[in-house]
Nanobody, 124 residues
Framework: QLQLVESGGGLVQPGGSLRLSCAPS????????IGWFRQAPGKEREGVSCISSSGGSTNYADSVKGRFTISRDNAKNTVYLQMNSLKPEDTAVYYC?????????????????WGQGTQVTVSS
């Protein structure tokens, strides 16, 4: 079964940092755009960031611009989300997803494979 595996979540104090990783199981990421999404309790899943298959195009939600950085290492078949200056409102389950075709999509429905999610909690 093709799926993604997220890691790197945890509990961090406000202002702290975490780096999430996303790696595939059963396929190679080279030809997929990768998106990071998050879902807080009682809220809808929202897009956080996306990177194209080549890494040449990235985008970010306004709420994380300047604090989060998405990157990919195709040699390691892994995508990363570096999260700095974390705030309590960043608390959520974070998911990565892969989209065929290489370019970023803006809708959850455009993504073909998903991970199970990793919990990020920002609290003092």
């Amino acid at each position: 079964q093709l799926q993604l595996v997220e890691s790197g979540g945890g509990l961090v104090q406000p202002g702290g940092s975490l780096r999430l990783s996303c790696a595939p199981s059963g396929f190679i990421l080279d030809y997929y755009a990768i998106g990071w999404f998050r879902q807080a309790p009682g809220k809808e899943r929202e897009g956080v960031s996306c990177i194209s298959s080549s890494g040449g195009s990235t985008n970010y939600a306004d709420s994380v611009k300047g604090r989060f950085t998405i990157s990919r290492d195709n040699a390691k078949n892994t995508v990363y989300l570096q999260m700095n200056s974390l705030k309590p409102e960043d608390t959520a389950v974070y998911y990565c997803a892969a989209r065929r075709g290489g370019s970023c999509g803006y809708s959850i429905l455009e993504y073909n494979y998903w991970g199970q999610g990793t919990q990020v909690t920002v609290s003092s």
